[in-house]
């Protein structure tokens, strides 16, 4: 049985390569976001890791009990499923997804109309190329 080490790679986040948080506060008072409407809210680039994304409830619906979700191109609710939007609150999906291709974090309006505002939100880490060619040798000791 051979072992191979990777030479070149090091702890920690490159340069360049950081965490950050996307937002976008989406205030529905004027258009309400009805039940089946799709909102692309925040745009996720090709090699961007999610750590978490959700929905905050800031200001709730004004009647009804609305309710939302947070998907992407795979599932409507990949990130969030339901959140009132009748109570101010939040619901965040906190399970990693690394996105090849790129892609939207898109809220749907579930159901019943809803006339409040939200902020949705992610913690991504684009990767990308690092521009680091490590190369693999074998051990010389098993």
Request: hydrophobic share 45%; proline share 3%.
């Amino acid at each position: 049985m051979a072992r191979y080490y990777v030479t070149g790679a090091t702890a920690g986040v490159a340069v360049g390569k950081k965490l950050q948080v996307a937002e976008v506060v989406l205030d529905f008072s004027s258009t309400n976001l009805a039940v089946g409407d799709i909102v692309d809210a925040l745009e996720i680039p090709a090699d961007t890791l999610v750590l978490n994304a959700g929905i905050e409830v800031i200001t709730a619906a004004g009647s009804g009990s609305p309710t939302l979700d947070l998907g992407d191109g795979s599932a409507a609710d990949t990130w969030v499923t339901d959140v009132a939007g009748n109570a101010a609150g939040h619901e965040i999906g906190s399970t990693p997804k690394f996105y090849a291709a790129a892609d939207n974090l898109d809220v749907l309006g579930v159901t019943a109309a809803f006339d409040g505002k939200i902020r949705v939100f992610a913690t991504l880490c684009h990767l990308g190329d690092s521009g680091l060619q490590n190369a693999i040798t074998p051990s010389t000791t098993q």
